[in-house]
Every structure is written in structure tokens, then in C-alpha cells.
């Protein structure tokens, strides 16, 4: 009787060790198949995130160029047009300023006008021959801007990239041109059309123009440009500030803004 009982009790024992080991074992299958499926998981998102990396990622055939520009433009700007604008703004009063910054936006009407007119934007295509008519009679040639102030009427900025852009002529490489800063070949290409109606430059194929000499459009050009400088129109070194590699930041900064304005 005593060696039936330790009998039993051994098969007891052996039983319940071997569902320990039963259930040690499965558990081991369940961490391991677990961690099988967090491993699939983590390489699933980093294959979808490498893949977003790669959409996003810029087309920039001309990066070489494009930084050395960059720099060039840089430099010209906190040496020449910077200092030149103080020195500017030192001796013009502010209603000066804003009188030659009206007078150029409005000899640029035909700009607007073509543009807005070729996207179908025909409000926009009245407000600016208001804003012309006004501003050229009662505004003393553009000098002041009655059409805002007494009538409400707003200018709407339009260029032949913009037009280009709305029928889905993408933007193609970015360029970095001398002196005037980030464009892409779009842009760069629709500056051409965009200058044989603007009354500043002297290739325009119309009579309403300033001046037949290339040299003096340029010194027209640089003139605005310092003038919108000493004015507040100083974007560039706000821009500047929160540039960590600075080529790159003003070229996705120009993109995604040439693309707001399309859509707009």
C-alpha cells in the first residue's frame, strides 16, 4: 500500500511538471511571436516612412550652382542693398516712399491686366482697369492710390508663371538667377512675355513704356528695389533668421509660396 501511494504520487508530480513545461513552452511561442509581429510592424513603418522621405524629396539638378548663387545674392544684399536702403530711407520721408512705390505698381498694370485676363479672372481683370483709371487721373499718375483708399479696389498681383501654372505647366528645376533671387525654369521662362508689356523694361513691344535704354531699366529695377527695402518690405531677413542651411529654406520657402499663389 505505502509503494502504491508513492506510485501515485510520482505520476502526480510528473504530471503537473509536465504541464508547467507545456505551459512555459507555449508562453515562450506567444513572447516569440509577439516580438515577430512588433519586428514586422517597426519594418513596416520604416518602409513607409523611407517611402514618404522619398516623395518629398526635391528635384535640384542645379544645387552646385544654385548654393553658389544663393551666396552671391547674399552677399549682395547685406553689402550693396541693405546699407544703400538705409541710406535711402535716412533721407526720404515715408510718404515719398510709399508715392514711388505706388508709381511703380501702377505703371505694371498691364502685367496684372494680360494675366488676370488670360486665368479668367474677370472681377479681378475690372478692379485693376478701376484701379488704373483712378489712380493714373485722380491719383496724379499712380503717385497715390485713391482707388484703395476711397473705393475699396485691390490689387491683384498676376505674372505669366502664375498664368502658366494655373493651366498645370509644373515649375520644373529651381533657378537661383543673379540679382533677382529663387525662381524655378518656369518662371524664369515666363519673365519673357511678362516683359514685352511692362512699361519699365525697354524690350516691350508697346508704346507705354518709360524708357528705350537697357541701362536705365536696370537703374528703374534697382531703384524699386531699394525703395520696397526702405519702405518695410524687408522679408529676407526675417526669412534668414529661422534658416539653418539657408539655400534650401529660401528655395522650398519660394516653391510652396509660388504654389499658394496659383491656387489662390
Known amino acids: 500500500m505505502r509503494y502504491i501511494n508513492i506510485i501515485i504520487l510520482s ?23 509577439q516580438i515577430e509581429d512588433i519586428d514586422i510592424e517597426e519594418d513596416e513603418f ?23 548663387m544663393t551666396t552671391f545674392n547674399d552677399n549682395l544684399y547685406e553689402y550693396v542693398i541693405s546699407p544703400t536702403a538705409k541710406g535711402y530711407r535716412a533721407i526720404t520721408h515715408e510718404e515719398v516712399r510709399d508715392s514711388v512705390d505706388n508709381f511703380f505698381n501702377n505703371l505694371l498694370f498691364p ?32 503717385l497715390f492710390d485713391p482707388a484703395k483708399s476711397y473705393f475699396g479696389l485691390k490689387q491683384h498681383n498676376e505674372d505669366f508663371g502664375q498664368t502658366l501654372g494655373v493651366y498645370g505647366v509644373g515649375s520644373g528645376p529651381h533657378i537661383v538667377l543673379p540679382f533677382l533671387g529663387p525662381s524655378n525654369l518656369r518662371d524664369m521662362i515666363s519673365m519673357y512675355p511678362d516683359s ?18 537697357y541701362g536705365e531699366t536696370l537703374l528703374l529695377k534697382a531703384y524699386n528695389q531699394v525703395n520696397n527695402v526702405a519702405i518695410g518690405k524687408d522679408e529676407y531677413k526675417i526669412l534668414k533668421k529661422d534658416a539653418v542651411d539657408l539655400y534650401p529654406y529660401l ?6 509660396y509660388r504654389e499658394k499663389q496659383i491656387k489662390e
Open 46 to 68: 520604416l518602409d513607409e516612412f523611407e517611402e514618404e522621405m522619398k516623395l518629398e524629396e526635391v528635384y535640384d539638378p542645379f544645387a552646385g550652382y544654385n548654393r553658389m
Open 111 to 142: 502685367v496684372r491686366f494680360v494675366n488676370n485676363l488670360l486665368q479668367g479672372k474677370f472681377q479681378n481683370v475690372a478692379e485693376e482697369t478701376g484701379r488704373f483709371l483712378i489712380n493714373t487721373t485722380v491719383g496724379v499718375l499712380g
Open 11 to 33: 505520476l502526480i508530480l510528473i504530471f503537473i511538471n509536465g504541464c508547467s513545461t507545456k505551459t512555459v513552452q507555449n508562453n515562450n511561442i506567444t513572447t516569440k511571436t
Open 251 to 256: 528655395r522650398d520657402v519660394y516653391e510652396q
Open 196 to 213: 514685352m508689356i511692362n512699361p519699365i523694361d525697354s524690350s516691350n513691344k508697346i508704346d507705354y513704356k518709360i524708357t528705350d535704354e
